[in-house]
């Protein structure tokens, strides 16, 4: 079992930047596709950014293009998302998630594993 932990929320003006870190254990983020989702309150849960194992391939929800991106350290096992130019709609708990199979998905239930969750909060 991967057993995934966030951090790095918090409460930031717009405009500002954050970067969240996956720390993960049980399991390796170098062989897994990770996620990272959103879910604001009242909203369902939506993919933000994914990229597959090799890290070749990323997928950007289009609201995130050009401000959000994703990487990995291997020799730390931790997946990170440097959100930047925040706005306020992008205020939402933001879950970690990875997934055992071969090809990014954008769905929920295309993953395996999921993180506690860290609030975001961007201000006006």
């Known amino acids: 079992q991967m057993q995934l932990v966030e951090s790095g929320g918090g409460l930031v003006q717009t405009g500002g930047s954050l970067r969240l870190s996956c720390a993960a254990s049980?399991?390796?983020?170098?062989?897994?596709?990770m996620a990272w989702f959103r879910q604001a309150p009242g909203k369902e849960r939506e993919v933000v950014i994914a990229t597959n194992r090799s890290g070749r391939s990323t997928y950007y929800a289009d609201s995130v293009k050009g401000r959000f991106t994703i990487s990995r350290d291997s020799t730390k096992n931790t997946v990170y998302l440097q959100m930047n130019n925040l706005k306020p709609e992008d205020t939402a708990v933001y879950y970690c998630?990875?997934?055992?199979?071969?090809?990014?998905?954008?769905?929920?239930?295309?993953?395996?594993?999921w993180g506690q969750g860290t609030q975001v909060t961007v201000s006006s």
């Open positions: 049980g399991g390796s983020v170098s062989n897994s596709v």
């Open positions: 998630a990875a997934s055992t199979g071969m090809t990014i998905g954008t769905s929920s239930e295309a993953y395996d594993y």
